[in-house]
């Protein structure tokens, strides 16, 4: 049976270099790197390609929202169809990576592009799992991209933080579903990571994450922890500190204090 590892959000980032590095950590016959910026996903491929020699296919495809999900389905299902002859596949890894962020606070933030961000972040990831899922099987590994943000409500990020929250907490959940069927769940929670990130969620003002850690060693910290079937993935010892820490604070007042000190560029006004 052919072994699948699907990559959403491969573009770029995190996604990119869970693509380049997973095989480092599990076997896998073929590599599915899916994102809307297809040119990005063929260098890719054929870097992994002539790099590793494993076959890696690149895959043109808007995940957003219900129709996103639908789009993955029928790939899966063609899919499907395709190696009936041949014993068919299984997903060794789904990395559930495609989502973006806003900076600013609710009011001033446009309303579309927050509900764009539902989309992606909460209904495709759901949707994508739960079709995903069925072609799992005991040793298969899934890993879902939360953030930081999802321990503490958080001022100026806040529907960011609300949908990272249903992620890690999806994820948990996940988790204890599926020990009994061998499935390895890990929640990746970063802070700041050097990716395009800042770029996309203050519209062009900040080019660059603020202190951002290095992707590639988050990424590699991810897979080591998932193989080892931890459910966290907190690269930095100050991620994990904040994340302990935030037991401790009241809700409102950790959106208190960041909406009033925790200050990001959202590309209209400046500084929100």
């Known amino acids: 049976m052919k072994k699948i590892a699907i990559v959403t959000g491969a573009s770029s980032g995190m996604g990119r270099d869970f693509a380049l590095n997973l ?3 599990i076997k896998a016959d073929e590599i599915w790197v899916l994102a809307r910026r ?9 870097e992994i390609e002539e790099k590793r020699g494993v076959h890696t296919r690149a895959i043109e495809i808007d995940l957003s929202g219900r129709s996103g999900v639908s789009a993955f389905a029928t790939l899966l299902e063609c899919e499907r169809i395709l190696d009936q002859a041949s014993g068919g596949f299984e997903i060794c890894l789904l990395v559930n990576n495609a989502g973006f962020g806003t900076y600013g606070t609710f009011e001033e933030t446009e309303i579309q592009k927050e509900l764009d961000m539902v989309d992606l972040n909460v209904t495709s990831l759901t949707g994508i799992t739960g079709y995903a899922l069925p072609y799992m099987k005991e040793g298969s590994i ?19 933080g609300a949908t990272k929250a249903y992620v890690l907490s999806f ?30 969620a203050s519209n062009g003002s900040r080019k660059n994450v603020k202190n951002g850690a290095d992707c590639q060693k988050v990424v590699k910290h991810c897979l ?6 931890r459910k966290y993935a907190l690269y930095l010892w ?3 500190g904040k994340a302990f820490l935030s037991r401790f604070v009241d809700r409102y007042l950790g959106a208190w204090f960041t909406f009033k000190y925790c200050k990001r560029p959202n590309g209209k006004n400046g500084v929100v």
């Open 171 to 200: 994820t948990m959940a996940l988790a204890a579903e599926l020990k009994e069927k061998g499935i390895k769940v890990c929640a990746l929670c970063p802070g700041p990571v050097s990716t395009e990130f800042a770029n996309v």
């Open 238 to 240: 100050k991620w994990k």
């Open 142 to 160: 899934l890993i879902n991209t939360a953030s930081l943000a999802s321990f503490l409500p958080l001022g100026n990020f806040a529907v960011y």
């Open 23 to 25: 095989l480092d950590y």
């Open 38 to 46: 297809i040119q990005k996903l063929k260098a890719l491929a054929a």
């Open 224 to 229: 080591k922890n998932a193989v080892r079937g």
